[in-house]
């Protein structure tokens, strides 16, 4: 079993930067890949970043230059930098986790996901 707490969100001007965390427990030794995903007002969820075990890392392209995602594995804690918001970024942010459950399946679990609002 694998919980995901984030925090870090909050109100923000335009231009700011914030910095969201999401700390794993329980069976934190199954996790593989994780990443970041956000849901907007009247959108559907999106992929922002992911970020696999070995350190490699995506981005979505509305993203990419602003934000990095990075995790420290003794910590059991993954992070996403936020820098230049815009109005946009808006959304309630959810942290994920991809668990290696056997040699050929895992399985996902979700934090309870953070509101980042950017206005002025």
């Known amino acids: 079993q694998v919980q995901l707490v984030e925090s870090g969100g909050g109100l923000v001007q335009p231009g700011g930067s914030l910095r969201l965390s999401c700390a794993a427990s329980?069976?934190?030794?199954?996790?593989?890949?994780m990443g970041w995903y956000r849901q907007a007002p009247g959108q559907e969820r999106e992929l922002v970043a992911t970020?696999?075990?070995?350190?490699?890392?995506n981005y979505a392209d509305s993203v990419k230059g602003r934000f990095t995602i990075s995790r420290d594995n003794a910590k059991n804690t993954m992070y996403l930098q936020m820098n230049s918001l815009k109005p946009e970024d808006t959304a309630v942010y959810y942290c994920?986790?991809?668990?290696?459950?056997?040699?050929?399946?895992?399985?996902?679990?979700w934090g309870q996901g953070t509101l980042v609002t950017v206005s002025s």
């Open positions: 970020i696999t075990s070995g350190g490699s890392s």
């Open positions: 329980g069976r934190t030794f199954t996790i593989n890949a």
């Open positions: 994920n986790a991809v668990l290696v459950v056997s040699i050929e399946g895992t399985l996902e679990v």
